[in-house]
């Protein structure tokens, strides 16, 4: 996640926090509107309409990933780093111990296709997918 500088009347201070951050759900009805504000998002930062698809794709396969292993009544969380030309893209759900995605599956191949860096880690009952997408415009 990035820093952010924040100037307070006592001095600048630094925030680990996401530039955008969204908590629905653990269903997979709300997955559109994940991917919609997705697409807004990468639309501010002048992706291209292929980007914007490519990227909504990305999430939409990050969700199905974190979903299969989603606790009933969970929440789907959604973080967005934003920077120029790039999106750190962050999805969890409250999930069982020891469950991961599967690494071989047809929907992680199209992720890893799709993004770069990524990643998956625990962290208490979240498992997370984590990834990184540049517009072709910077690229």
Do not use: K
Request: charged fraction near 25%; include cysteine; aromatic fraction near 6%.
């Amino acid at each position: 996640m990035t820093s952010t500088s924040v100037v307070t009347p006592e001095g600048p201070t630094v925030s680990n926090r996401p530039d955008v951050e969204l908590r629905l759900p653990a269903e997979s009805a709300y997955v559109a509107v994940l991917r919609m504000t997705t697409a807004g998002l990468a639309a501010r930062l002048d992706f291209t309409l292929d980007d914007i698809e490519d990227l909504r794709m990305a999430v939409g396969e990050a969700c199905a990933l974190v979903l299969e292993h989603a606790s009933a009544r969970g929440d789907l969380r959604a973080s967005f780093d934003l920077s120029d030309g790039s999106i750190r893209v962050s999805i969890s759900a409250d999930s069982e111990p020891g469950s991961e995605p599967d690494s071989d599956s047809f929907g992680w191949q199209v992720l890893t296709a799709l993004t770069s860096d990524v990643r998956t880690h625990r962290e208490g009952a979240l498992l997370w997918v984590s990834f990184t997408v540049r517009s072709s415009i910077t690229a």
